[in-house]
């Protein structure tokens, strides 16, 4: 069974920074794209970042882009989201999820597996 959990949400002050965590088990993720989603009660989730398998390639909203690095662990079945110059606009909850596509997507459907959340808070 595959698993995700995330971690490291919690509320920051704007400006501020976070690192989100997510470690993946039952399934080894050294072939698979990985991405970090973000939703906003009432809204569809929307697309943050994606990371290749092997980290070569990264992509992001442009909502992030400048702001937000993605990057992966493969030794550890880990991707990471480092958030910094947050905005209360990041208010969110994060998901994490694995696709069998090498490359990832910026679609949900691109996705196989996904994590149940952690919650980014930005206060103003």
């Known amino acids: 069974q595959v698993q995700l959990v995330e971690s490291g949400g919690r509320l920051v002050q704007a400006g501020g920074s976070l690192r989100l965590s997510c470690v993946v088990s039952g399934r080894t993720i050294s072939s698979d794209g990985m991405g970090w989603f973000r939703q906003v009660p009432g809204k569809e989730r929307e697309f943050v970042a994606g990371?290749?398998?092997?980290?070569?390639?990264?992509y992001y909203a442009d909502s992030v882009k400048g702001r937000f690095t993605i990057s992966r662990d493969n030794t550890k079945n880990t991707v990471f989201l480092e958030m910094n110059s947050l905005k209360p606009e990041d208010t969110a909850t994060y998901y994490c999820?694995?696709?069998?596509?090498?490359?990832?997507?910026?679609?949900?459907?691109?996705?196989?597996?996904w994590g149940q959340g952690t919650q980014v808070t930005v206060s103003s």
């Open positions: 999820a694995v696709g069998e596509d090498a490359f990832g997507s910026r679609q949900e459907r691109g996705y196989n597996y």
């Open positions: 990371i290749s398998w092997s980290g070569t390639l990264t």
